[in-house]
């Protein structure tokens, strides 16, 4: 199973911008779907972008479309989401997950893996 390490979380202005990576293990990433979900303070983690394995398919969240990307790099087994246009209410824990299955990949209960999280402050 792959095993997933988020990191480029940190403090940041209202309209600015971040990147964040997520390195995985393994030698069949290119196999896996890639997204990332955020939950804020006492609120349920929630999708915000997706991946597809080999052909690069992408899918957001309506909340963020517009101001973030995600995409990978296979050769370095590595999934990214750009964060443009950056806003207080975009300020939680960020976590990259991985799946098998594209058609599930914005259900919580559906994702193979799970990294340790990464947080984004946003302040105004």
């Known amino acids: 199973q792959v095993q997933l390490v988020e990191s480029g979380g940190g403090l940041v202005q209202a309209g600015g911008s971040l990147r964040l990576s997520c390195a995985a293990s393994?030698?069949?990433?290119?196999?896996?779907?890639m997204a990332w979900f955020r939950q804020a303070p006492g609120k349920e983690r929630e999708f915000a972008a997706a991946?597809?394995?080999?052909?690069?398919?992408?899918y957001y969240a309506d909340s963020v479309k517009g101001r973030f990307t995600i995409s990978r790099d296979n050769a370095k087994n590595t999934v990214y989401l750009q964060m443009n246009s950056l806003k207080p209410e975009d300020t939680a824990v960020y976590y990259c997950?991985?799946?098998?299955?594209?058609?599930?990949?914005?259900?919580?209960?559906?994702?193979?893996?799970w990294g340790q999280g990464t947080l984004v402050t946003v302040s105004s």
């Open positions: 991946i597809s394995g080999s052909d690069g398919v992408t």
């Open positions: 997950a991985a799946s098998k299955n594209y058609g599930t990949i914005t259900l919580v209960r559906a994702l193979d893996a």
């Open positions: 393994g030698r069949t990433f290119s196999s896996y779907a």
